[in-house]
């Protein structure tokens, strides 16, 4: 796409990343059944190849930030336009990098910048997250007297938080050494699914693996890399990067957002002084599902008894890292598993970081239509890759049926449990 924009017109680092991403795109109309914003509201301005039009505009000075903000705050950010361009537009570097230019000079209502603002300050902090849960529940009866953006926030609170349930720092392998690997802890999902990196130990070290599990860790910056705010989004990810020593041969994450995240930290930090530590730091980075699929694994036990499940993408883990077929490898491999794919399967759930919180209406109906896709298959079980897309799918599950709602797992839960052997009891509703 032809453009009058040079890199020291933008003036910002990720300057040259956005305008090779918009040079790159040649308006073909691949990305628009791949949208999920496109398919609900069949408005040009919200499928990719209309936001980067909107974005060239606003970069060239010929369109008011003011005009395009709609249209391009309604972006999930899921990158399925990114699977489905044949000229491999760099979407991402794109969005991420607009998102941060423009973040500084944004005026928002008043209402709309204290939701984003809470996001911000409690989600990357499992501690401070369980405080405004607790007071969250307590405020949830009135909702309807606050303001869209705080309604959106008071439903997402969960209606059980776990107890903080500390993990050492070190964990042995179980039988044979086969080497040793760091773990990332995420944030919320501490607070609201601490199975998922007990799960996650345990199959490492079931398969000869030292597990390192540094206290000092902090938010990976995902959230903040996502909504614009790039600057806490390098301070946050530079406390990180000294932590791992030279033992972890590498860093596994068992959230598809951080994964993404911070394996893009290349361009967070480029031309920044810590540049070089962020890019060998990103490097490091294998999801829990990438990790597994590459080492021979100790065999699973039988599950008792055939059991359906459906796989869900999460859209960070299949769109920005390219990893699908390793998951659905792992869990076919356990006897008696049978892995079934989900209608639509590559469109977004609607979770997407902050999206449910910024736009409810937009989130709800993805993830009513994810769920509807799901209920119609008659499996057994869902499992991702995504603490978010559990989170999400569990709630739209639930309205379907909240009698008995479909189980929805962590791949790695799912590979713990199968260990064990006759799990399919488990799952009989």
């Known amino acids: 796409m032809e453009h009058k924009i040079s890199p020291e017109m933008i003036g910002s680092p990720q300057a040259q990343a956005m305008t090779d991403a918009i040079s790159t795109c040649v308006h073909c109309g691949f990305c628009l059944p791949a949208c999920p914003t496109y398919q609900l509201l069949g408005e040009e301005m919200d499928s990719p190849r209309g936001r980067i039009v909107l974005m060239r505009g606003v970069l060239e000075k010929k369109l008011p930030l003011v005009e395009a903000a709609p249209y391009l705050d309604r972006c999930l950010g899921c990158l399925g336009c990114v699977t489905a361009c044949p000229s491999g537009v760099k979407y991402g570097e794109l969005i991420t990098s607009f998102r941060a230019h423009t973040e500084t000079t944004r005026r928002r ?12 300050t409690t989600l990357p902090n499992p501690d401070r997250f369980r405080w405004a849960a607790w007071m969250g529940r307590w405020v949830q009866p009135f909702a309807f007297l606050f303001p869209t953006s705080i309604r959106a926030m008071l439903r997402l609170v969960p209606n059980e938080i776990a107890r903080q349930q500390p993990l050492a720092e070190f964990y042995p392998a179980i039988g044979e050494k086969r080497g040793c690997v760091g773990l990332l802890t995420g944030c919320v999902q501490q607070a609201i699914a601490p199975e998922i990196n ?11 693996f030292d597990v390192v599990v540094p206290k000092k860790q902090t938010c990976c910056g995902a959230l903040h890399m996502h909504t614009g705010e790039a600057p806490q989004a390098r301070l946050l990810a530079a406390m990180n990067f000294d932590l791992f020593d030279e033992r972890v041969e590498c860093i596994i994450t068992n959230a598809a957002g951080c994964g993404s995240a911070m394996k893009e930290y290349e361009l967070l930090f480029h031309n920044h002084e810590l540049e070089e530590k962020a890019t060998q730091f990103a490097s490091r980075i294998q999801d829990i599902s990438q990790f597994l699929s590459k080492h021979p694994l100790k065999p699973f036990q039988s599950s008792g008894a055939p059991i359906r499940i459906a796989y869900h ?14 998951p659905r490898q792992l869990l076919s491999s356990i006897p008696g598993v049978e892995v079934v794919e989900i209608p639509d399967g590559e469109i977004c759930c609607g979770s997407a970081g902050t999206y449910n919180i910024e736009q409810p209406d937009i989130a709800r109906e993805l993830g009513n239509r994810k769920a509807k896709n799901i209920q119609d298959l008659n499996v057994d079980a869902v499992v991702t890759g995504n603490i978010g897309c559990m989170v999400q799918l569990r709630k739209h599950l639930a309205e379907i049926d909240s009698k008995r709602p479909l189980p929805v797992m962590h791949t790695a839960e799912f590979l713990e449990n199968a260990y064990d052997g006759n799990f399919a009891e488990r799952f009989k509703r």
């Open 198 to 208: 007990r799960a996650t130990l345990q199959v490492l070290r079931r398969n000869g």
């Open 109 to 120: 209502p008043f209402f709309d910048s204290l939701a984003r603002k809470m996001a911000s």
């Open 313 to 326: 993408d999460a859209c960070h883990l299949a769109h920005a890292q390219g990893i699908a077929a390793q």
